[in-house]
């Protein structure tokens, strides 16, 4: 690549937020700062919005929207629904309308907003009105946006595997007298039979 895959995929992003704010919200929205990056703790999340203005540039402040990198590259329909879902979250911070309760749960404003602008929205029971989909008309307007590469999307940030622990391993001593049998996971354990009063044999790996 001649360019850093990071900077094409914020172009693309840029050029997905831009034609979603003028098709959608009359180009109305304010600028927001697009990144992608790894959703840590919160996993299985799709994106977010932040509730303030966190970045500085200059006098100027911008929200935050993130795409989680570990879902960038779903169904190309899919990654547009999680951009135009926190553009939502966007719209309805800028007019004073609240539009969750805590972190999590969406309610009818937020349902409403969505739907007005591109978006089908269902229900669930943790997260209320968040369930996210392009509507009919958005999924038209979509392949007929042409100025998107869509092959940046490709990418993905494979989450890293958690090492399998090893279990220790056991070991079987055996009485020469009696035949006595003893599993530990000591491997220089000294035992004497009770029976025979003998030495348990040097342990074979069991």
């Known amino acids: 690549m001649t360019m ?7 172009r ?9 704010n003028d098709k959608f919200y ?3 929205l304010p600028p927001a700062n697009i990144l992608v990056q790894t959703s840590g703790p919160k996993r299985n999340v799709l994106g ?24 960038l590259n779903r169904e190309f329909e899919e990654v547009v629904g999680t951009l135009m879902h926190e553009m939502v979250h966007l719209h309805n911070l800028v007019n004073k309308i609240k539009d969750t309760s805590g972190t999590e749960y969406h309610n009818k404003r937020f349902k409403t907003t ?6 089908v929205i269902e229900y669930a029971q943790r997260i209320g009105w968040s369930v ?7 999924k038209t307007w979509l392949k007929d946006l042409k100025e998107i590469d869509r092959s940046v999307f490709d990418a993905v940030r494979k989450v890293p595997l ?11 001593y055996t009485c020469p007298g009696c035949n006595e049998k003893v599993l530990s996971k000591n491997p220089t354990l000294y035992a004497t039979c009770g029976e025979c009063e003998m030495e348990f044999e040097r342990p074979i790996r069991g």
């Open 4 to 10: 850093k895959f990071n900077e094409q995929v914020h």
């Open 12 to 20: 693309e992003l840029n050029k997905l937020f831009k034609a979603v």
């Open 26 to 28: 009359n180009s109305q």
């Open 48 to 71: 977010w919005c932040t509730v303030d203005e966190v970045w500085e540039i200059g006098k100027a402040k911008y929200f935050e929207i993130v795409i989680t990198a570990e879902f």
């Open 114 to 119: 969505a739907e007005e602008r591109g978006l």
């Open 132 to 138: 996210t989909a392009l509507a009919e008309d958005t």
């Open 162 to 172: 958690k090492a399998k622990k090893k279990s220790p391993k056991t070991y079987t």
